[in-house]
Nanobody, 121 residues
């Protein structure tokens, strides 16, 4: 079974920073992309940043200039958030899509359970 585990959330003052981590495990799983999403109460889940294993990144306009997605390897991805604002408060989810190499199954997708970020004014 593929597991996606987020960590690094917490309570931070506005203007502070956080570094979120996403660890993906699964011996037969090969991610093609890893993304960070967030969902605040009463809001739709939205993409924050995405990193493609082969290269390339994407950022939401609302966080552009304040966030950076990076990786140690294809299975360890981070989201650095600077200059946090109260409106950044949300549950942040790690998402990955890729391939199960055993059967060559493409288009698989997995979500973590989320990590809560709360930004106080």
């Amino acid at each position: 079974q593929v597991q996606v585990v987020e960590s690094g959330g917490g309570l931070v003052q506005a203007g502070g920073s956080l570094r979120l981590s996403c660890l993906i495990s699964g011996s037969t799983y090969r991610p093609s992309a890893v993304g960070w999403y967030r969902q605040a109460p009463g809001k739709q889940r939205e993409l924050v940043a995405e990193l493609r294993t082969a290269g390339g990144t994407e950022y939401a306009d609302s966080v552009k200039g304040r966030v950076a997605i990076s990786r140690d390897n294809a299975n360890s991805v981070y989201l650095q958030i600077d200059s946090l604002k109260p409106e950044d408060s949300a549950v942040y989810y790690c998402n990955t899509r890729g391939v199960l190499i055993d059967g060559g199954l493409t288009g698989v997708e997995y979500w973590g359970k989320g990590t809560l970020v709360t930004v106080s004014s």
